[in-house]
C-alpha cells in the first residue's frame, strides 16, 4: 500500500554532516505527517523529527539545532539533514509516514526498512 525506502545513510566522522532521503510510493489516498525515528544498539526507538503536511515541525530535544526536516509534498518525499553530528547519533534511522489509503479510511503509520547512520569520533 506505502512502501518507504530510506537512503543516504553512511559513515561519517564527528562533525560532518548526512541527508537522508525517503520518497513514498504505492497506492493511497494522502500522506499527512512524515518523519524520522532512530534506533540504537540496545536503546528503544526514538523521535528525530517529524513534518505535517502544513510544514509543521517537531524535533527530539538530542538533535535540536543540529538537524533539519523538509518534504517535498508534489514528490511524496521527506528529508532529514543532518549536520555537527556526534557519535551518539550512531543508529539506524527510520522513515515514517501517516497516509490514508482512501477517502474513507483511518490514517495508518508506515515505515521503512532503515538505514544505518554511523558517527565515528
Known amino acids: 500500500q506505502v512502501q518507504l525506502v530510506e537512503s543516504g545513510g553512511g559513515l561519517v566522522q564527528a562533525g560532518g554532516s548526512l541527508r537522508l532521503s525517503c520518497p513514498a510510493s504505492?497506492?493511497?489516498?494522502?500522506?499527512?505527517?512524515m518523519g524520522w525515528y532512530r534506533q540504537a544498539p540496545g536503546e528503544q526507538r526514538e523521535l528525530v523529527a517529524t513534518i505535517t503536511n502544513g510544514g509543521n515541525t517537531n524535533f527530539g530535544d538530542s538533535v535540536k539545532g543540529r538537524f533539519t526536516i523538509s518534504r517535498d509534498n508534489a514528490k511524496n518525499t521527506v528529508y532529514l539533514q543532518m549536520n555537527s553530528l556526534k557519535p551518539e547519533d550512531t543508529a539506524v534511522y527510520y522513515c515514517?509516514?501517516?497516509?490514508?489509503?482512501?477517502?474513507?479510511?483511518?490514517?495508518?503509520?508506515?515505515w521503512g526498512q532503515g538505514t544505518q547512520v554511523t558517527v565515528s569520533s
Open positions: 515514517y509516514a501517516q497516509a490514508r489509503i482512501t477517502r474513507y479510511s483511518f490514517s495508518s503509520a508506515y
Open positions: 504505492g497506492r493511497f489516498f494522502s500522506i499527512n505527517d
